[in-house]
Structures are given as structure tokens and as C-alpha cells.
């Protein structure tokens, strides 16, 4: 039961950084300056995502202290507390995570929205999103592959970001838009365009750090693991899901967004045009929420390189 609810809260933790790194980042590259400060809706998502982050990294150093600890009742006690903060990686990660999205939290709520406000969440983010790699696989690797596996998980985990938060993004602007409205017809069709090349440049870190990671997590000489272990399923399905996304992402791209483009002089067109994608929008978040639960189940498991594949 312990183990369900570890999985729970990492998955949790992932999808609060992912909306705290990639949602303000999309708000300085995705839209004009003007237009982005006229948007009112960021501040709640920023907000939830932030409390999110808090109470399940501070809920997470609970869970895996009791995990370690073999029950919840010591899991709670203060010297097995102490001991997951001061004599393991893991309970400072938590503290960290827990700490950098409060402090985040207290500036959205404390100050207008600006540019500012949106880089110092951004800075936010790749340290909450940077630590899951600091105590995760890519940091176990010893010898010379330590930093380039440390590097390229680190990669990973922020090019998901960037490409998950703008989804959320945009999944919300298309949610709360009314097609009739020349300016924000305009301001929306621009926030879809100004993702494309950001959102190539994500797939491409994605693509090539996940090759580095797998190097490192599966190997040549174990790759028969893929079809032989939890963790090499669990890579095949993570690996799927990421397709079934690339193919939603190429169709809104040169199809959906083109679409929109066409339709902006007709009413009715445009409804039509929003509305399929939202749909596609709607879908591929889902497909990126499987895929984090994935993550979250991978994160606890051994990977193909550490198991013995002669026995």
C-alpha cells in the first residue's frame, strides 16, 4: 500500500513542476509581452501547481521514510525522520522541492504578474524539476558515466517540462476561448505557432537524452530486459505513449493550427476549429498524464542494467 501511494505522490510532484517550469516559460516565448501580462488565467494553475509541489514532496518525505522504515508509525518518528534528511538524498531533495515551490507560491500571490515574476518561476521550476534527477537513476550511475547520465536525465526531466506545462498552457487558453473576439482569435492562433519551434526543440532533447538514458538504464548487451522485466515493459509502454503524443503534436502542428488560420475570418469555421482542437488538446494531455504515471512507476523500480540476466 506504501508503495501505491510513493507512486501517487511522485506523480503528483510531476505534474505540479512540470506546470510550474513549462507554464511560465511558455508565457515569456509563446505570446507577446503585452499580451501575454493580459492574460488573467495563469495565476490559479501557477498557484495549484506550487501548492501541489509542497504537500506531496512534504507527504513523499513521509511515504519513503515509512517505506525505509518498514511502517507509517515509524516512518513518523523524528529519528527516522532526521535520519532520511540528514543521511540520505532523498529528504533534502523533498525539502528542497517543498521549500523552492512555497517560496514560489508566496510570489504569485504576493506580486503582479510580470516578466520577471515569470522568470524567477521558470529558475523555480528547473531546480524542482532538476532535483528528481539528483536522486533518481541518472545520479546512481557510477564511475565515468556519472555527470553524462546525470546530465542527460536532468535534460530529460526539463524538456518534459517545457513541452507538458506549454500543453497545459495551451490546453487552458483553448478551454476558456470564445472564437468571435478578432484579438483574442489573434493571441490565441500566435501562442499555437509560437510553441511549434519550442515544442520541435523539446521533442529533440527528449529524443536525444532519452537515447542517452536508456544507454545508461538498459544497455546493448541487455536489451533483451525490454521484453523480460517490469522496467523494460514499463520503457516500451512510456515509449509508446510518447509516439501516440508525437503523432497528436504533428497533427495539431500541420493541421490543426494551419486550420485555425484559415478560419479566422469566419465565425462558424473558427468555432469548428477550436473546437477539434480542444479535443486533440484534451487528448494529448491525457496521453502525457499515463506517461507521467509510467515515470512515477519507473522511478521505483531497478532498471534492465542492474539486474542479472543469467539467472
Known amino acids: 500500500m506504501l508503495d501505491v501511494v510513493v507512486i501517487g505522490l511522485r506523480l503528483a510532484q ?18 507577446r509581452a503585452t499580451d501575454a501580462l493580459a492574460q488573467t488565467w495563469p ?3 501557477l498557484v495549484a501547481a506550487c501548492a501541489v509541489v509542497a504537500a506531496a514532496s512534504a507527504a513523499g518525505l513521509i511515504a519513503q521514510t515509512s517505506v525505509m522504515a518498514g511502517s507509517i508509525t515509524e516512518g513518523l518518528k523524528p529519528a527516522s525522520l532526521g535520519f532520511m534528511i540528514t543521511g540520505t538524498t532523498l529528504g533534502p531533495a523533498f525539502l528542497l522541492r517543498a521549500g523552492v515551490a512555497l517560496a514560489a507560491m508566496g510570489l504569485v500571490l504576493m506580486s503582479r504578474p510580470s516578466r520577471r515574476q515569470w522568470m524567477v518561476l521558470v529558475v523555480a521550476g528547473l531546480v524542482v524539476s532538476a532535483s528528481f534527477a539528483w536522486t533518481g537513476h541518472g545520479a546512481a550511475t557510477e564511475g565515468p558515466g556519472h555527470y553524462p547520465h546525470l546530465i542527460g536525465a536532468i535534460l530529460h526531466s526539463w524538456a518534459a517540462a517545457l513541452w507538458l506545462g506549454a500543453l497545459a498552457a495551451l490546453l487552458i487558453m483553448v478551454a476558456r476561448h470564445r472564437p468571435g473576439d478578432a ?6 492562433h500566435e501562442a499555437l505557432q509560437g510553441f511549434s519551434g519550442v515544442g520541435t526543440v523539446a521533442v529533440a532533447v527528449l529524443v536525444l537524452s532519452g537515447l542517452v538514458n536508456s544507454w545508461f538504464m538498459v544497455g546493448i548487451d541487455q536489451i533483451g530486459g525490454l521484453v523480460t522485466t517490469p522496467y523494460g515493459w514499463l520503457l516500451l509502454a512510456k515509449l509508446g505513449l510518447f509516439g501516440v503524443m508525437l503523432a497528436l503534436a504533428a497533427s495539431n502542428r500541420f493541421h490543426l493550427t494551419p486550420e485555425m488560420a484559415v478560419a479566422l475570418g469566419d465565425p462558424d469555421d473558427l468555432r469548428v476549429a477550436v473546437s477539434r482542437l480542444k479535443r486533440s488538446l ?14 512515477a512507476v519507473m522511478g521505483t523500480l531497478a532498471p534492465v542494467s542492474a539486474m542479472d540476466m543469467g539467472m
Open 14 to 31: 510531476y505534474g505540479g513542476a512540470v506546470v510550474l517550469l513549462g507554464t511560465p516559460l511558455f508565457l515569456l516565448y509563446g505570446l
Open 183 to 188: 484579438l483574442s482569435d489573434r493571441v490565441l
Open 282 to 295: 484534451a487528448l494529448e494531455t491525457l496521453v502525457a498524464l499515463a506517461l507521467l504515471a509510467v515515470v
Open 43 to 45: 495565476k490559479r494553475p
